[in-house]
């Protein structure tokens, strides 16, 4: 049996294509991987909106695919429009697809964070800083206290999937994890994460995650499946 994933990407995201396929890799199960693209280049509050109202066609597109279990792959693009939207979105898209597992990465961040227990997180972001600003305020609306963050001040999405990880491990050294209970490493799924989640882990000593872990994680949970990936850090460890 293969598992089809449907991926919902910014049409110039080219790491979520990469990494969760790379992740879901080290499980003995087969999946294949379908996507469908929204056009978007900067990341800005103008064409993130825009790239959301593409969303029908992308989810008709992967519909006829007859996926298993569809990610909506661009998490600042709901936490940007305010509280609650990866609910709305993800009720919405099921309303199109009742028989498949319906995700988004912001959910999945969100969800991941849950699983690991942690109510006091950092973030390390590639987003300009009012945009952080509002995934930052995002994740406190739904209950977690962010200790410290960092903005990487990248708007070209192109450029973001360029980011190289000493630049991310620099950015999460100088922040204050003393009262942290988790790090994401990156919070994006453009920006390249999983040379670095294991090293992170180890150097800091609290779990670690990342847009793309996170995701993983919820394709796993969402397909009925033990989410449990080796080399992926804690959250994916197995039972805790």
């Known amino acids: 049996m293969t598992h089809r994933i449907g991926l919902i990407v910014p049409s110039s995201n080219v790491t979520v294509e990469t990494e969760i396929p790379a992740l879901l890799a080290r499980r003995p199960e087969r999946f294949s ?17 825009a790239m959301n109202a593409q969303r ?10 007859h996926v298993d279990a569809l990610l909506y792959a661009c ?10 939207e990866h609910q709305r979105v993800e ?22 964070l849950e699983a690991l227990g942690a109510s006091r997180i950092a973030l390390v972001t590639p987003y300009l800083r009012p ?5 930052v305020g995002y994740l406190e609306s739904e209950g977690f206290t962010v200790v410290d963050w960092a903005a990487l001040e990248v708007g070209d999405n192109t450029e973001v999937g360029c980011i190289p990880g000493d630049r991310v491990m620099a ?13 994401v490493i990156s919070a994006c799924v453009q920006m ?41 850090g804690r959250l994916l460890a197995g039972p805790r």
């Open 33 to 49: 991987f379908h996507s469908s693209r929204m056009r978007m280049h900067q990341v800005s509050p103008e064409e993130l909106k």
């Open 56 to 65: 029908e066609r992308c989810v008709g597109e992967l519909a006829d695919a």
């Open 75 to 84: 998490l600042v693009a709901l936490m940007a429009q305010g509280p609650g």
């Open 91 to 112: 009720h919405e898209v099921r309303g199109q697809l009742p028989e498949t597992a319906v995700l988004s990465s912001a959910g999945a961040l969100v969800d991941g």
């Open 131 to 135: 945009l952080a600003e509002q995934v």
């Open 171 to 183: 950015a999460a050294r100088g922040l204050d994890l003393s009262s942290a209970d988790a790090l």
């Open 192 to 232: 390249p994460s999983l040379e670095l989640v294991g090293p992170a882990e180890e150097e800091f000593g609290l779990p670690v995650l990342s847009a793309a872990t996170a995701g993983a994680y919820a394709l796993l949970t969402g397909l009925g499946l033990d989410p449990v990936l080796p080399g992926a």
